[in-house]
């Protein structure tokens, strides 16, 4: 797929012959898409307008199988607004990588069918979206829409701040703390652990009915729901053989269990 649908020219392109086993980004605004590519090289393609200034497009630099890509405009004094638009293609070999690490400032940022051993991502306004496979997942949102489809996690762990969350997929483990906007995960798999803390938002966790699970709830103000009978002594409640555990403090708002 052709990341800006031939709509801007080409800016600049590089590719990586080296073999890289880190990755990590630095940008501002624009798009940028992340996505598996064809061959052993790493892609980089930068569209834009022909007046986008060329000391504003990115750099790269690659140490020790670390590669490092940083948006042009980073490294200027920007007086005003960014008003060039600009979009970032990264393809990747069909290889696994060590760590994969996002930084973004207004990007609206694409991984797709990424696989990596731990991946972070923390992004301020704009969005992202993320599909793959991953050992650990680490997210931080702060008025940035999160959504996920397709992934397949060992762990997660979610920081949101006015950020509205969709997650879709396998998760062996959640923890997430949540304030202000709502956070829907939906796991193909029961998780053995999830530890949720939410303030002034709702919280939905739809799960199979598999084994069963113990659910220990606190909350400040709030309430939760549950699509599970559940059975309870104070504020620990268990469904079926109660192995899984599910921990969720309210502040606020509210945490739903929901039957998938």
């Known amino acids: 797929m052709l990341a800006n649908n031939g709509t801007m020219p080409v800016l600049k392109e590089e590719c990586i012959h080296e073999a890289v086993t880190d990755l990590s980004l630095d940008w501002l605004t624009g798009d940028v898409q992340i996505m598996q590519g064809e061959g052993d090289v790493i892609k980089l393609v930068q569209y834009g307008g022909a007046r986008f200034p060329q000391e504003k497009r990115f750099q790269h630099e690659l140490r020790s199988g670390g590669l490092t890509i940083i948006d042009g405009r980073k490294r200027r004094q920007i007086i005003g607004f960014n008003i060039h638009k600009t979009t970032l293609a990264v393809y990747l070999p069909r290889k696994r990588l060590n760590s994969l690490t996002v930084y973004s400032t207004g990007g609206s940022i694409a991984l797709q069918g990424i696989d990596a051993s731990k991946c972070t991502c923390k992004v301020t306004s704009g969005g992202l979206k993320v599909s793959g496979m991953v050992d650990e997942l ?121 039957k998938r």
Do not use: M, W
């Open 138 to 258: 680490n997210l931080h949102g702060t008025g940035a829409p999160i959504k996920g489809e397709d992934l397949t996690v060992g762990r997660l762990d979610l920081h949101a701040t006015s950020s509205k969350v969709e997650l879709e997929g396998k998760f062996s483990e959640i923890g997430l703390r949540s304030t202000g906007r709502g956070v829907t995960i939906r796991s193909s798999c029961l998780p053995q652990k999830v530890q949720s803390v939410s303030t002034a938002c709702q919280v939905t966790l739809a799960i199979l009915d598999h084994d069963g699970f113990t659910f220990i709830f606190k909350k400040t103000s709030g309430s939760f729901k549950s699509d599970f009978p559940l059975s309870h002594v104070g504020e620990t409640y268990s469904y079926k053989n109660g192995a899984s555990i599910i921990r969720a403090e309210v502040r606020g708002g509210q945490f739903i269990l929901r």
